[in-house]
């Protein structure tokens, strides 16, 4: 059957309307896709019948100007998510982006960071010796765990989430508690390529589940009778990760926080020291240091080679909101969401939303679009979950990230709003809280990388500059077995196989490269500093986050003496979150996602293509793409 997607004038970005159709256009009963317009109107009707916020008839004609006119969005996790029974049976977790915890017990902490992976949550985790060393021992002998794929097995492992999370918490307990081995059975677990239903896609088989557990056993029982190190628990946990990535799941963000004297952790991911495991890439690596004079030169070594680790300071994250604002304390955060810009509890969850600032005409509106994303977000923070102390933690937080996008493309004028905003929502939460029984929320504001969300709307991702100039070629993935893909082709873009880092093809994505630019007088990583760059993030911390604000500020080796200096001088009292990346490290790659070109390549390009405005599909070969959907990290 074929069907046409069409929608209601909308403020597209450049690839605003293909990453829509990629990501968060979804099935509707009658076997259509859903549009822009189709898609609000979901929200709505989750807002209402699962968040239980009454809206008036105004209220919603405001709400569906505010997303047509991209001046402000819920979290691409509620576009994908709101008005489906994925909300009514999972609650909570089904609509929040990113998680933390801490390992400070041999199974709870591996066993809800698994099952949150594999909902489609990022979670980060504290593996600091002061929680780490909280394990018991491990068992002074070696075990025996054996697959026997028989009913007589000790254990048959269910075809569910909560089956693969159950067996990882048996392989724990029997190192840790009981002693003893087991034998467990996949019989039960869909074999590789068979459909999955509800998030998706084609089930993985058993084997990479297996084969994660044969390491984490490994891990584990190199430890015997002796307490686990850090680097042995960040070993675990991204091995999690690599099961979950391969048990259908194209992302599972993680970030590990360590000492910053553990000099193991600091080596990691040192790939220029030799071998190292592959499952250490599955997680973003930083240190918690409250003064970066203490920091070592192992820290700064991974400015030269290798990775370079990003800086935590729980510390000042504790202390304040925003830097200098002393009344909204936050004393037990203990981490952050993998992208750090939230400061988390243990066992705690973040809920976003974006804030298109360069699209805001007046003040007013501004007031108007922060108070209508803060009431969405605050009824959704008081659904249920499964893991009772996360329900517990989010329920009483109500900690959210009203974060804001286009910060290099916003007026002083807008800029000038960020303050007096926040100043406003914060007495508004107070009155709101009051009337509707809710508490008071820990913290409101943030800066997010926004990755796809800033795609929709075509303005410069976050507290970020543009990476490849004004103009510049966007490459995008999609599946290859997507229709889209043909529609690209008829429209004269760009298409080909994605290749992996040795050169050969992944033949099931296929990358589209897209002519893009953006208004004049956009700034690029070229033309700021690295210094520039983090002023930057030190006023949005300053002015509008009282969570933290994300941001990767790139850097020349030539800088390092310079930042090292300035780092030293400003981290403890200004930043609560600071990552890094070396200017060119990519340029291995190919199939950069931005490349810059020259004004005369965009217009040659540009011609030889027709822009994508509408899109016909055979509906029985379509394949929902949405991250957050199929359990991969929503990092929008």
């Not at 977000?377 to 804001?404: D, F, W, Y």
């Not at 800029?415 to 509707?436: C, H, Q, V």
């Not at 800033?454 to 991702?461: E, N």
């Not at 500059?465 to 599946?479: E, K």
């Amino acid at each position: 059957m074929k069907v046409r997607m069409t929608e209601r004038k909308v403020k597209w970005g450049p690839l605003g309307y293909i990453t829509h159709a990629r990501t968060y256009s979804r099935t509707k009963k009658d076997g259509t896709k859903e549009t822009f317009s189709d898609g609000i109107e979901r929200e709505l009707f989750g807002i209402s019948k699962q968040l239980k916020l009454v809206l008036t008839e105004d209220e919603k004609e405001f709400y569906r100007d505010m997303r047509h006119n991209m001046e402000g969005s819920v979290a691409g996790r509620f576009m994908w998510q709101l008005g489906t029974k994925t909300v009514d049976q999972l609650g909570l977790p089904s609509l929040q982006n990113c998680a933390f915890t801490v390992v400070d017990h041999p199974i709870r902490p591996f066993t809800w960071t698994m099952d949150m992976l594999m909902l489609g949550s990022g979670v980060g985790y504290s593996i600091k010796r002061e929680h780490v060393f909280k394990l018991p021992k491990v068992v002074n002998k070696k075990l025996k765990i054996e697959r026997f794929d028989d009913k007589q097995a000790d254990f048959i492992v269910p075809d569910t989430r909560e089956g693969w999370v159950k067996l990882l918490g048996k392989v724990l307990k029997a190192h840790f508690y009981s002693g003893e081995g087991f034998t467990y059975s996949c019989q039960l677990i869909r074999g590789y390529g068979e459909d999955i239903k509800g998030f998706g896609g084609v089930a993985s088989g058993p084997t990479i589940l297996v084969e994660g557990l044969e390491k984490i056993i490994e891990v584990i029982q190199n430890r015997r009778g002796k307490q686990l190190r850090p680097i042995d628990c960040l070993d675990i946990m991204n091995i999690i990760g690599s099961i979950v990535v391969a048990g259908n799941v194209r992302r599972s963000a993680q970030i590990a926080i360590g000492d910053y004297d553990d000099l193991e952790f600091l080596k990691a991911k040192r790939w220029d020291l030799g071998p190292i495991p592959n499952w250490r890439g599955m997680s973003n690596n930083s240190v918690d240091c409250y003064d970066a004079k203490l920091l070592p030169q192992e820290f700064w070594d991974t400015y030269q080679q290798g990775e370079p680790y990003g800086l935590i300071n729980i510390s000042l994250s504790k202390k304040v909101g925003r830097i200098g604002e002393y009344k909204y304390p936050d004393p037990r955060v203990e981490g952050f969401n993998p992208c750090a810009e939230q400061s988390l509890e243990d066992k705690e969850t973040c809920c976003l939303a974006e804030v298109y600032l360069p699209n805001i005409k007046t003040y007013e509106r501004f007031k108007q679009v922060i108070t209508m994303l803060y009431r969405v977000n605050k009824h959704s923070l008081a659904l249920k979950c499964h893991h009772p102390e996360t329900q517990e933690v989010v329920n009483n937080n109500m900690r959210m990230g009203i974060g804001i996008t286009g910060v290099m493309m916003a007026s002083d004028e807008q800029l000038s709003w960020l303050d007096p905003g926040y100043t406003y929502l914060r007495e508004y939460d107070k009155t709101y809280s009051k009337a509707m029984g809710f508490p008071v929320s820990i913290k409101l504001t943030t800066v997010k990388p926004s990755g796809t969300l800033s795609l929709l709307a075509g303005v410069t991702p976050g507290v970020h500059p543009s990476v490849a100039g004004q103009y510049y070629i966007r490459r995008i993935t999609i599946s290859s077995s997507s229709p889209l893909i043909e529609v690209c082709k008829s429209h004269g873009y760009h298409v080909e196989f994605k290749e992996n880092f040795d050169g050969t093809l992944d033949r099931s994505s296929m990358i589209v490269e897209f002519p893009c630019k953006y208004p004049d007088g956009v700034p690029s990583f070229d033309d700021l500093t690295v210094f520039e760059q983090l002023e930057t993030v030190k006023f949005m911390q300053k002015n509008w986050s009282d969570n933290s604000v994300s941001v990767t500020a790139y850097y020349t080796k030539e800088d390092l003496p310079a930042l090292k200096e300035y780092i030293e001088e400003n981290f403890a009292e200004n930043f609560k979150t600071l990552s890094f990346l070396l200017q060119g490290s990519t340029s291995g790659f190919k199939q950069l996602p931005e490349e810059p070109i020259s004004k005369e390549q965009y217009e040659y390009l540009s011609a030889k293509v027709k822009p994508i405005e509408s899109v016909v599909i055979n509906e029985e070969d379509f394949e929902d793409l949405g991250a957050c959907g199929i359990g991969g990290c929503p990092i929008k």
